[in-house]
C-alpha cells in the first residue's frame, strides 16, 4: 500500500502544505526489483564466463521472479499471453528450456530475439531515460538521433 505524504513546497513567495501523489515503490516491489537487477547481473556474468549455463539459468529465474513481484502474478500471466507478445513468449521460454537442456547459447540467442519482441514497446522509454543522464546523455541522445533518423524518412515496402 501505498501513503502519499504531505510536503512543503515553496509556491510563489509562500509556503503551502501541498498534497503530492506519491511515487515509491511497495516493499515487496523493492525486493521485485532486486531480483530483476541480481537476474540481469547473473545473465551478464553468464555471457561473460561464455554463456555459463548455471548462471544463465539462475538470470533467468530471478528475473522472472522479479517481474512477478513487481507487477503481480496475474499482470505477469497477463503480459506473457497477450496474442500480440506469443511470438516473443514462445520464444523466451524456448530460449530458457534450451538453456536448461545444455544448449546455453542457441538458448540464448533465442532468448534475446524474445526479449527484444516482448520489450521492445520499453525501448523508446529506455532511450528517452538514458538520454537525460547527467554527462553522457546528451551523446547518447545524438547516436540514438542519428540511428533513427535514417528509417524515419524511409519509405516503407508495401
Not at 553468464?46 to 521472479?65: C, E, H, K, T, Y
Amino acid at each position: 500500500m501505498t501513503v502519499a505524504l504531505p510536503t512543503l513546497r515553496l509556491i510563489g513567495s509562500t509556503k503551502q502544505l501541498a498534497k503530492m501523489p506519491s511515487m515509491w515503490l511497495t516493499d515487496l516491489q523493492k525486493i521485485g526489483v532486486a531480483f530483476c537487477s541480481g537476474g540481469g547481473l547473473f545473465l551478464f556474468g553468464g555471457v561473460l564466463m561464455f554463456f555459463d549455463r548455471s548462471m544463465l539459468a539462475m538470470g533467468n529465474i530471478l528475473f522472472l521472479i522479479g517481474l512477478t513481484l513487481i507487477i503481480g502474478f496475474h499482470k505477469t500471466f497477463m503480459f506473457f499471453a497477450r496474442r500480440q507478445k506469443l511470438k516473443g513468449t514462445a520464444a523466451f521460454m524456448a530460449g530458457i528450456l534450451l538453456i536448461l537442456i545444455r544448449w546455453p547459447l542457441t538458448g540464448f540467442l533465442i532468448e534475446l530475439y524474445g526479449i527484444f519482441v516482448l520489450f521492445g514497446d520499453f525501448f523508446a522509454t529506455i532511450a528517452s531515460f538514458a538520454g537525460n543522464i547527467p554527462i553522457v546523455g546528451p551523446y547518447i541522445q545524438m547516436a540514438l538521433q542519428s540511428i533513427s533518423s535514417g528509417r524515419r524518412n524511409a519509405e516503407l515496402p508495401v
